[in-house]
């Protein structure tokens, strides 16, 4: 077992998320492995102590749920016109305007 | 009467029903407000930053698949719109009326850990406030990691990333959290 993959897994290891079988190898590997061994102890310093200091209790405001659907329905007003058929015109206008400027435009500025 | 699937909420929504979406918002809105929370650094910003996920979610529903389960895409859609709002953050830093993680209430340690396990209040403002210095990928990580208590295999499925990157994020994450910590002079190690 290599080093790269114990160090990859570690936390998986820590956590005892790691299939029996592969547990066992990196076990052993850690066991002898100084560099491997020093990068586990360093995550277990802080693994559980992150996890317990993000915990929260905290609860959203009690008008969360309107907020969100008054915006979306603000949202919904905003924008009628379906995004696809907006771009299409869009498009549409780009290739009129360039045609213009090809091939009328020249032809206005000679008559003059 | 049992309760819709979150699933079948979606695919109810993903056609304009904005009652059923209004359900799933219901259901959620806890768990998305606490991972906005981790991910802000505090409660303002957490309010506005849940109403811009949801809002994120509404608009990229056609893109849920339906066959497969809501809750990590949803968690994926939460915590990369929170990376965004982090980094368009980076710059405009707004520090007035937000409410520093000491004054919130810190869920307390499971009984069932060791002594030397639990952390005191002081540690544990420490590293909330550490925290918010993580870069937004690793800070992403952690957050589904710890706040949403996910295995590997969720976090990775949360992430859309192979197992071995996701562990990669949190271990880098917890990596980051102790140089920092380091640096302002803590002992994490009771
Ligand atoms: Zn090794």
């Not at chain 1, 915990?55 to 329905?73: F, H, K, L, N, Y």
């Not at chain 2, 307390?108 to 002081?122: D, G, I, M, R, Y």
């Amino acid at each position: 077992m290599r080093c790269g993959y114990v160090q990859r897994h570690i936390v998986v290891f820590l956590e005892n998320q790691m299939p029996p079988d592969v547990a066992e190898k990196i076990k052993s590997h850690l066991s002898w492995c100084k560099h491997c061994s020093d990068v586990a102890k360093q995550v277990e310093e802080v693994r559980q102590p992150v996890k317990d200091s993000m915990g929260v209790d905290i609860e959203p405001p009690p008008g969360m749920v309107q907020s969100v659907m008054a915006r979306i329905e603000n949202m919904d007003q905003a924008a009628p016109a379906p995004p696809d058929r907006r771009y299409a015109f869009i498009a549409v206008l780009a290739i009129i305007v360039l045609f213009l400027a090809i091939f009328v435009v020249p032809k206005i500025l000679k008559l003059y | 009467m049992t309760e819709e699937s979150d699933e079948r909420l979606a695919s109810r929504a993903m056609s304009g029903d904005r009652g059923a979406f209004e359900s799933l918002v219901m259901r959620h809105r806890v768990r998305v407000f606490r991972i906005c929370y981790r991910m802000a650094g505090n409660t303002n910003d957490a309010e506005d930053w849940t109403q811009e996920c949801f809002v994120r979610i509404w608009t990229q529903l056609k893109a849920f698949d339906t066959s497969r389960s809501f809750e990590p895409w949803m968690l994926r859609v939460t915590s990369n719109t929170c990376i965004n709002l982090s980094k368009s953050r980076l710059g405009v830093r707004s520090k007035m009326a937000s409410t520093p993680f000491e004054e919130i209430n810190i869920a307390a340690p499971k009984l069932a850990e060791p002594f030397e396990q639990t952390v005191s209040n002081q540690q544990k403002a420490a590293i909330a406030d550490v925290l918010t210095t993580v870069s937004p990928v690793l800070r992403q990580a952690l957050t589904l990691w710890a706040v949403e208590q996910l295995t590997f295999k969720e976090l990775a499925d949360a992430l859309g990333v192979p197992l071995s990157t996701a562990a990669q994020r949190v271990r880098r994450g917890l990596m980051q959290v102790r140089g920092k910590l380091a640096n302002k002079g803590y002992e994490v190690r009771s």
